[in-house]
C-alpha cells in the first residue's frame, strides 16, 4: 500500500511499505523536488530492511514496459524542432593538409674550431732527503707538493676542421627535426661521415645507392637525391667546400630518409578529425650515428624501415606487381550500373566478358553451354543470373545474382596501378602504427569488414564486423582491451542524443521511458523523459544521463568488449544480425560490431564459449577485467596480408585513400617548393 504525505522539505512524497513484508518489511520514501529548471526528478530519501521486495516495488513503480515512470505533465518544448537544427552535433571533419614546411637553416656556428684543452699535471709528494726530519717537510712533518707544468694536449687538425671555414656561409633547407639533429651531431661528432682522403667515400655511395631505391618502401626518391660534386678541377679553399656542401646535404638526405622511414611522411593527425594516431619520434643523432660507425650502411639505412611481417610482404608485392609492368587488356563496366533479374542493360555483354575473363576454369566449364550460346543480348535472363551467381558465390559476395558496385569491382578486378597504389598508401599507413603489433592482438580493418584474434600457437580467429556508416565513420587508432562486460548497458552518446533522439521526443515526450531507456540527472538522480527540458540539453545548459536497459532489444546485445577512448568506440555484439550477411557493412554509429562476440570475449579473456555464455545466462550487469597486454588496432588499409600470405585488396569505403594521396602530394610539393 502507499500513502501520500508532505515531506521535510514541503514537496510531496509516496511513502510505500512491500505487501506482506510487516514490521520487517522496507519502508521506501520517495521526494518529488522540483527542480529549478522546473523539472522533476526522483530522489531517495530513505531505505529499510525487505529489499528484495522493495527492488520488485521499484521495478513495477520505474520499468519503462509498465510506463511506471514518475508521471508529470510534459515540458513544454515550444521550437524544439528549430533548437535540434541549430544544435545538430556535426562529425568530425577532413582537412585541408598542412604539410611539414622545410626551413632553411644556418651551419655557421659549425665553422668554428674548437682549442683543445690544456691537460692538468699530476701533482705528487716530493722524495724525502736525509735522515731524521725529512729536508723541506712541512710543520706537520709532510712533504711539500710540487705542481709540474701544465702539458698541453696537441692540437690535431682534421681534414673537417680544415673545410670548417666553408660553413661560415652555408645554408641548407631541411625539416626542422632534421636540421635540429644535423647541428647536434656535428658538434658532438666533428667530423666527415661521407668523406674520405680529400674524396667521396665508398659509404657515401651504399648511402646514395639505398636513398636511390626508396620506391622499394614506397617512398620517393626524389625526395633523398644528392648530386655529386664536381671536383675537376679544384683545389684547396674551393674543393674543400664542395666537398663540405656534399657532406651536409648526403647528410640531411640520410636523416630524411630515416625519419620518413620510422614515421611516414604524413602526420595522419592532420588529414581528418578521423585520424588519432600519436607521431614516432625518433632519436635522430642516435640513428645518425649508428650508420656513421657502422660498417654496412645498406643494412644500417634499411633497419630503420619497418621490419614487421606485414609489411616486408607490402614491400614484396609491391617490387612484384612493379617488375610485371605488362600492358592491361581491362573491361570497362559503365560506373553506376545496378541489375536485376529479367532486366536489360547494355551492359550485360561487358558482364559476361568480364566473367569469361577473371571467371574460375570450374566456373566456366559449369556454364561453358549458356557463355557459348551467348550472343550479346541485353536481357538478363535466368541462365545469366544462374552464371552471375556462380561468380559471386566463387568472390565471397553476396549470390544474390543482383549486380552491383562490388561485383562488378570483383569481375573487371584491380589494375596493377590500382594495387600499387593501394600498397604505396598501406605502407605510409603502417609507419603510423608501432613497428611491432604484438603477439596478442585484435586487428580490425576497417575496408575488409573483419577482426582477427591472434595468439602464438593458435590459429587466428577472424569474423566479420561492421563499421560506422559514412556519416558516423569509425576512427583510426590503437589502444588496450580492458574489460569485457556481459548484459552491457548503453550509455547513449550526446550526438545521438541531440542528433536522432531529440527530433522523436519533440514529438512524443515520453518516447524514451516506453522504449527501455532509463534518463538520469547528472548526479544519478532518476528522471521522466517528459519532465527534462530537452532544449537546455541540446544547448548544454542542462545536463542529464540517457541509457539504454540491458535486454534482447539493447543495441549492444548481450557484451561489449571495453578499451576505454576518447572516441566512445568498442567492440559489441547487436541485436541486427542479417548486417553480417551483406559485403559491405558500414551501418554502425562508429562502434564495431562483432559477428561472434562471444568467440572474440573468449580469446581475449582466454577462457571458453561456454564460460562466456554461462556468464551472459546469469542475467547480471557484470563486468570482467582482461588480462595481459593485449593492443587492438582499430586501422584502415586498402591493402593488407591476408592469412594465406597474399594481399587483400578493398573498397575505399571513407575515401580515405583520396585524402593520403592530397596529403603525399602536399608534401612533396612543400619539399620541392
Known amino acids: 500500500m502507499a500513502r501520500r504525505e ?11 511499505r512491500s505487501k506482506g513484508a510487516g514490521t520487517s518489511g522496507r519502508i521506501v520514501s520517495l521526494a518529488l523536488a522540483g527542480l529549478m529548471t522546473g523539472t522533476a526528478a526522483v530522489t531517495l530519501v530513505s531505505v529499510s530492511a525487505g529489499q528484495a521486495n522493495a527492488q520488485n516495488f521499484f521495478q513495477r513503480l ?5 510506463n511506471r515512470v514518475q508521471q508529470v505533465q510534459p515540458r513544454e518544448t515550444p521550437d524544439l524542432d528549430r533548437i535540434v537544427e541549430e544544435t545538430y552535433v556535426s562529425a568530425p571533419k577532413y582537412y585541408t593538409y598542412k604539410p611539414d614546411q622545410p626551413k632553411l637553416v644556418s651551419l655557421a656556428e659549425l665553422s668554428e674550431l674548437k682549442t683543445a684543452a690544456v691537460t692538468p699535471a699530476v701533482s705528487e709528494p716530493a722524495a724525502a732527503e736525509g735522515t731524521g726530519a725529512a729536508a723541506g717537510t712541512g710543520p706537520d712533518g709532510l712533504s711539500p707538493v710540487i705542481e709540474a707544468p701544465a702539458i698541453e694536449t696537441p692540437v690535431v687538425i ?12 652555408m645554408q641548407i633547407t631541411v625539416l626542422p627535426e632534421v636540421g635540429e639533429a644535423l647541428l647536434a651531431y656535428y658538434r658532438e661528432h666533428p667530423g666527415f661521415i661521407w668523406v674520405q682522403d680529400g674524396r667521396l667515400s665508398v659509404k657515401a655511395g651504399f648511402a646514395r645507392r639505398v636513398l636511390a631505391s626508396a620506391d622499394e618502401y614506397g617512398l620517393e626518391p626524389s625526395d633523398y637525391l644528392v648530386k655529386l660534386p664536381d671536383l675537376s678541377g679544384l683545389e684547396g679553399d674551393a674543393r674543400d667546400a664542395a666537398l663540405m656542401n656534399f657532406e651536409m646535404h648526403l647528410t640531411a638526405a640520410v636523416l630524411t630518409y630515416m625519419l620518413d622511414a620510422e614515421r611516414g611522411r604524413v602526420d595522419p593527425d592532420r588529414i581528418s578529425g578521423y585520424h588519432d594516431l600519436p607521431r614516432h619520434k625518433p632519436d635522430l643523432v642516435a ?35 612493379r617488375a610485371q609492368d605488362v600492358a592491361e587488356d581491362r573491361i570497362v563496366i559503365e560506373p553506376g550500373t545496378f541489375l536485376k533479374p529479367d532486366k536489360s542493360s547494355p551492359e550485360m555483354k561487358n558482364i559476361v566478358a568480364a566473367i569469361r575473363k577473371s571467371g574460375s576454369p570450374a566456373l566456366l566449364a559449369e556454364h561453358q553451354a549458356v557463355l557459348e550460346a551467348y550472343a550479346g543480348e541485353e536481357l538478363y535472363s535466368p541462365d545469366l543470373v544462374a552464371l552471375v551467381k556462380g561468380f559471386q558465390k566463387e568472390n565471397g559476395l553476396t549470390p544474390d545474382g543482383i549486380v552491383g558496385k562490388n561485383s562488378i569491382k570483383a569481375m573487371v578486378g584491380v589494375t596493377n596501378e590500382d594495387k600499387i597504389s593501394k600498397l604505396v598508401l598501406a605502407m605510409e599507413r603502417s609507419r603510423w602504427l608501432p613497428d611491432q603489433l604484438g603477439e596478442r592482438k585484435v586487428f580490425i580493418n576497417q575496408p575488409a569488414f573483419t577482426a582477427t584474434y591472434t595468439e602464438p600457437g593458435k590459429d587466428p580467429l577472424t569474423m566479420r564486423v561492421v563499421v560506422g556508416k559514412k556519416s558516423n565513420q569509425t576512427n583510426f587508432f590503437y589502444d588496450k582491451i580492458q574489460v569485457v562486460e556481459y548484459n552491457p548497458y548503453w550509455g547513449v552518446p550526446y550526438s545521438i542524443i541531440v542528433n536522432e533522439m531529440l527530433p522523436k521526443l519533440a514529438k512524443d515526450p515520453s518516447y524514451l521511458d516506453r ?49 576505454p577512448n576518447k572516441h566512445h568506440i568498442y567492440m ?12 559491405d557493412r558500414a551501418y554502425s554509429h562508429g562502434c564495431i560490431r562483432l559477428q561472434d ?26 563486468q570482467e577485467k582482461v588480462t595481459g597486454d ?6 584502415y588499409f586498402t591493402a593488407w596480408p591476408q592469412e594465406d600470405g597474399t594481399i587483400g585488396y578493398y573498397s575505399d569505403v571513407y575515401d580515405r585513400d583520396r585524402y593520403l594521396i592530397k596529403a603525399i602530394d602536399a608534401t612533396e610539393a612543400a619539399r620541392n617548393s
Open 6 to 16: 508532505m515531506s521535510r522539505s514541503g514537496t510531496p512524497a509516496i511513502e510505500a
Open 62 to 66: 520505474f520499468a519503462p514496459k509498465d
Open 158 to 169: 682534421t681534414p673537417f676542421d680544415e673545410a670548417r671555414p666553408a660553413l661560415k656561409g
Open 287 to 321: 640513428d645518425l650515428q649508428g650508420v656513421a660507425t657502422s660498417g654496412d650502411v645498406t643494412a644500417a639505412l634499411e633497419s630503420h624501415q619497418p621490419q614487421s611481417g606485414h609489411f616486408k610482404a607490402m614491400k614484396a608485392e609491391l617490387g612484384k606487381l
Open 515 to 563: 522504449t527501455g531507456y532509463e534518463v538520469t540527472s547528472a548526479s544519478g538522480t532518476p528522471m521522466s523523459s517528459a519532465s527534462v527540458n530537452w532544449a537546455a540539453v541540446a544547448r548544454k545548459k542542462a545536463s542529464v544521463n540517457v541509457r539504454q536497459l540491458p535486454g534482447n532489444s539493447n543495441a549492444l546485445g548481450e557484451l561489449k568488449i571495453l578499451f
Open 572 to 583: 559489441h555484439d547487436t541485436p541486427s544480425k542479417s548486417l553480417f550477411n551483406r559485403d
Open 597 to 622: 562476440p562471444r568467440a572474440m570475449a573468449a580469446a581475449v579473456l582466454g577462457k571458453t564459449k561456454d564460460y562466456v555464455g554461462g556468464r551472459i545466462s546469469q542475467g547480471q550487469n557484470q
Open 630 to 635: 593485449i593492443p587492438v588496432y582499430i586501422s
